[in-house]
C-alpha cells in the first residue's frame, strides 16, 4: 500500500513539472491579448475596445454569434460590435473574451481520441446552462458560472495537448477494462482531469471560487469555500447527458448528486427533473450557434 501510494506521488510530481512549464498561458491570438490587456486598464472604453477587436473578423462573429444566443434574450438584434459592449458590459465581454482565449491557446488537432468540436460543445453548452441557472435561482456571480462551466473540463483539453500518449493510454484502458475515467487518469497521471485544471488556473490567479467549482465540479460536497458554484456546474453537466444535447463521452458515468441538490434549495428529484427539461431549449438553440466557437 506504501509501495503503491509512493508511485502515485511520484506520478503527480512528473505530472506537476509537465504542468509548472506551462505556467505561462500559451500564446493567443494577438487581438485576444490585446482586448483582455486593455480591459485591465483604466483607460478602456468602448471605442478602443472595438478598434482592438475589429482587427479579428472571426473574434468579432464569435462575440456577436454568443451576444446574440438565447443566453442573453436581447430584445434587439446586435449587429455591431459597438453595441455588443455596450449591452454585455466590460465585465460580461471581458469573462466571454477570457474564454475564448483559452479556447484558442489549448486547441489541438481532432484525432479518433478527442474531437475537438464535440468537446467545445460540451465546454460551451456546460457554460451557457451554469450562467442561466445562476440567474433563475438568483443567485450571485453568473459571470463566473459561465467562465467556471466553460473552463471545467479543461483538464481533459490539457492532457490531450502535453501528455498526448497518456491521453491515449487512458482512452485505451476505459475502453478495454470499461472502468471510469477519473480513475484511470489518478492511475496513469497522478492526478485527474480537475486537479489538472485547478492546478493551472489557480496558478494564473483566477479566483479561488472559480478553482474550486472546477476542482469539484465533480463532488462538490468537497468544497469548503463555497459550494453553490460546484453544484451549479455539476447540474449543468449532468444536463448535457440528461438532455442528450452535447454530453461528451469522459462524463458517460457521470450521475447527479441529489443531496447536494439541496445547496440549490430543490427539495425533490421530481423538482429537479422538470427543472432540467426546461433547459432543453436553450440547449438546442445554443448548440446551433457553437459552430462558429470551434
Given at each position: 500500500?506504501?509501495?503503491?501510494?509512493?508511485?502515485?506521488?511520484?506520478?503527480?510530481?512528473?505530472?506537476?513539472?509537465?504542468?509548472?512549464?506551462?505556467?505561462?498561458?500559451?500564446?493567443?491570438?494577438?487581438?485576444?491579448?490585446?482586448?483582455?490587456?486593455?480591459?485591465?486598464?483604466?483607460?478602456?472604453?468602448?471605442?478602443?475596445?472595438?478598434?482592438?477587436?475589429?482587427?479579428?473578423?472571426?473574434?468579432?462573429?464569435?462575440?456577436?454569434?454568443?451576444?446574440?444566443?438565447?443566453?442573453?434574450?436581447?430584445?434587439?438584434?446586435?449587429?455591431?460590435?459597438?453595441?455588443?459592449?455596450?449591452?454585455?458590459?466590460?465585465?460580461?465581454?471581458?469573462?466571454?473574451?477570457?474564454?475564448l482565449s483559452l479556447v484558442e491557446s489549448f486547441k489541438n488537432k481532432t484525432d479518433k481520441y478527442l474531437?475537438?468540436?464535440?468537446?467545445?460543445?460540451?465546454?460551451?453548452l456546460t457554460g451557457c446552462a451554469a450562467k442561466r441557472i445562476a440567474e433563475d435561482l438568483d443567485f450571485?456571480?453568473?459571470?463566473?458560472?459561465?467562465?467556471?462551466?466553460?473552463?471545467?473540463?479543461?483538464?481533459?483539453?490539457?492532457?490531450?495537448?502535453?501528455?498526448?500518449?497518456?491521453?491515449?493510454?487512458?482512452?485505451?484502458?476505459?475502453?478495454?477494462?470499461?472502468?471510469?475515467?477519473?480513475?484511470?487518469?489518478?492511475?496513469?497521471?497522478?492526478?485527474?482531469?480537475?486537479?489538472?485544471?485547478?492546478?493551472?488556473?489557480?496558478?494564473?490567479?483566477?479566483?479561488?471560487?472559480?478553482?474550486?467549482?472546477?476542482?469539484?465540479?465533480?463532488?462538490?460536497?468537497?468544497?469548503?469555500?463555497?459550494?453553490?458554484?460546484?453544484?451549479?456546474?455539476?447540474?449543468?453537466?449532468?444536463?448535457?447527458?440528461?438532455?442528450?444535447?452535447?454530453?461528451?463521452?469522459?462524463?458517460?458515468?457521470?450521475?447527479?448528486?441529489?443531496?447536494?441538490?439541496?445547496?440549490?434549495?430543490?427539495?425533490?428529484?421530481?423538482?429537479?427533473?422538470?427543472?432540467?427539461?426546461?433547459?432543453?431549449?436553450?440547449?438546442?438553440?445554443?448548440?446551433?450557434?457553437?459552430?462558429?466557437?470551434?
Amino acid at each position: 500500500m506504501v509501495a503503491l501510494a509512493t508511485e502515485q506521488q511520484q506520478k503527480r510530481e512528473k505530472t506537476e513539472l509537465v504542468l509548472s512549464n506551462i505556467y505561462n498561458l500559451p500564446v493567443m491570438p494577438k487581438p485576444l491579448e490585446d482586448a483582455l490587456g486593455l480591459l485591465e486598464t483604466s483607460a478602456v472604453s468602448i471605442p478602443s475596445l472595438s478598434a482592438v477587436i475589429s482587427k479579428d473578423q472571426g473574434l468579432v462573429t464569435k462575440i456577436l454569434t454568443i451576444a446574440n444566443s438565447p443566453l442573453y434574450g436581447l430584445q434587439r438584434k446586435v449587429t455591431s460590435i459597438d453595441f455588443a459592449i455596450m449591452v454585455l458590459g466590460f465585465n460580461e465581454l471581458k469573462n466571454i473574451i477570457l474564454v475564448l482565449s483559452l479556447v484558442e491557446s489549448f486547441k489541438n488537432k481532432t484525432d479518433k481520441y478527442l474531437d475537438q468540436k464535440e468537446f467545445w460543445l460540451h465546454s460551451y453548452l456546460t457554460g451557457c446552462a451554469a450562467k442561466r441557472i445562476a440567474e433563475d435561482l438568483d443567485f450571485p456571480n453568473e459571470g463566473e458560472a459561465f467562465v467556471a462551466g466553460f473552463l471545467h473540463d479543461m483538464g481533459i483539453s490539457v492532457i490531450h495537448k502535453y501528455f498526448h500518449s497518456k491521453f491515449i493510454e487512458i482512452y485505451e484502458n476505459v475502453t478495454e477494462k470499461n472502468i471510469g475515467f477519473n480513475e484511470t487518469e489518478f492511475e496513469v497521471l497522478g492526478m485527474n482531469h480537475q486537479e489538472i485544471g485547478s492546478y493551472l488556473v489557480e496558478r494564473w490567479s483566477f479566483p479561488e471560487i472559480l478553482c474550486e467549482a472546477i476542482l469539484n465540479h465533480h463532488n462538490p460536497e468537497a468544497s469548503s469555500v463555497n459550494k453553490v458554484l460546484p453544484s451549479i456546474i455539476h447540474l449543468a453537466d449532468y444536463m448535457t447527458k440528461k438532455l442528450n444535447i452535447g454530453n461528451f463521452y469522459w462524463d458517460k458515468d457521470i450521475e447527479l448528486n441529489i443531496i447536494e441538490m439541496e445547496t440549490l434549495r430543490f427539495r425533490t428529484e421530481e423538482e429537479i427533473n422538470h427543472f432540467i427539461q426546461s433547459y432543453e431549449e436553450l440547449f438546442i438553440h445554443q448548440a446551433k450557434s457553437v459552430r462558429y466557437l470551434s
